[in-house]
């Protein structure tokens, strides 16, 4: 017989997760997610506050997903870091990057407001991109 609650834990590149089947009701079960010892939820809402993520359709319809780590100003790929090339700019800074072959342009400029103190914008082969929601 196999056993129908419980948890099962696993990892995800360096992220250790764990799935939790509980019972609810008579025959109904309750399953959460884990990451990093936090609710999944409360996992997402602090990787939003320290990533800034853009995805982005080709004109061959492949997809780049653009990510900032604004922690460490590191950008990433799909996945892979990529080498950068920052300059101040008025306000702000400019940091210049290779996106699948294609010049991207990650734009930082200070707004003077407390609560988000700068805005992000991304440029990709010439045409703005919005910020993903996801």
Known sequence: MFKLVGHEEF???SSKC???VDPYGIFAYRYSLEV???PFRDFVDIQ?????TWAIRTVDGSDVRVVLEKTTLDIWVNGSK???DSEFVDG??????????????LHAFKTGIK???????????GEEVPESTE
């Open 115 to 125: 609560k988000q103190p700068i805005i992000y914008s991304l440029t990709y082969n």
């Open 11 to 13: 990892s995800l590149n």
């Open 48 to 52: 939003s506050k320290i990533l800034k």
């Open 82 to 84: 990529v080498e950068t």
């Open 92 to 105: 702000g800074t400019r940091t210049h990057f290779q996106a699948t072959n294609s010049p991207a342009i």
């Open 18 to 20: 764990k799935i939790r």
């Open 36 to 38: 990093n010892g936090k």
